[in-house]
């Protein structure tokens, strides 16, 4: 079985700063690495996703996420924040595709002026 | 880009009632839907997995009598949260499989706040 934690509840942060949103995950198998974002009175939508190949994945919206395999880590970094940005945010895992996620607890982000 | 309707948004309702959550997929057909429940400051737990026209597939611990989940097409899924009792006060989301520019994703509703009195 697979878990992902989320250790930062809640980030609060100003517009134009640099924010990362920390995701940590067990597995005893290889998996498959989410970002989701649910903007208030909406649904998740995937941010970005690394499945193979290069550790650094692009999403959208200016996000971007670290595959460390070594620290068993996903965090995810946007280098210049925008009030528009804020959201939940949750992490997932999964060893079969993008079918069956596991979800961490989420991070809520706060931009402020 | 693909959308997954999910309705109610929210609804209240009376011990021992019965309610029924609709999940759609509006411009997509989705052979395979899943159903999450999220507890205040909780991740999501995935309930049950479901396949139109087959009968679903329930996460270990969830109860398939209690939340009877149905896929008789390839555009809706429901969910009937049958007697319900004040523990399954919780937040419910739906997402869909299906393909969105040659990329298979899942597709997520916007979900549904259940409160029972």
């Known amino acids: 079985a697979q878990s992902v934690t989320q250790l930062d509840s809640q980030v609060p942060v100003f517009e134009e700063a640099p924010v990362e949103l920390r995701c940590n995950y067990s597995s005893s198998v290889s998996v498959y690495l989410f970002w989701y974002v649910q903007y208030p009175n909406q649904g998740l939508q995937l941010l970005l996703k690394?499945?193979?190949?290069?550790?650094l994945v692009k999403g959208i919206n200016g996000f971007e996420a670290e595959f460390n395999k070594s620290q068993t880590s996903f965090h995810l970094r946007k280098p210049s924040v925008h009030i528009s940005d804020t959201a939940e945010y949750f992490c997932a895992v999964s060893t079969g595709g993008g079918n069956k996620l596991t979800f961490g607890t989420g991070t809520q982000l706060k931009v402020e002026l | 880009g693909a959308v997954v309707s999910q309705h109610p948004s929210w609804v209240i309702c009376k011990s021992g009632t019965s309610v029924k959550i609709e999940c759609r997929s509006l411009?997509?057909?989705?052979?395979?839907m899943f159903w999450y429940r999220q507890f205040p400051k909780q991740s999501l737990m995935l309930m049950a997995t479901?396949?139109?026209?087959?009968?679903?597939?329930?996460e270990q611990g969830v109860e398939k009598d209690k939340f009877l989940i149905n896929h008789a097409s390839l555009t809706l899924s429901t969910l009937t949260v049958t007697s319900a009792h004040p523990e399954d006060s919780s937040f419910y989301i739906c997402?869909?499989?299906?393909?969105?520019?040659?990329?298979?994703?899942?597709?997520f509703g916007s979900g549904t706040q259940l409160s029972v009195l």
């Open positions: 997402s869909a499989r299906g393909w969105d520019r040659r990329d298979e994703k899942l597709f």
């Open positions: 479901s396949n139109e026209g087959s009968k679903a597939t329930y």
């Open positions: 690394y499945l193979s190949g290069s550790t």
């Open positions: 411009d997509f057909q989705a052979t395979t």
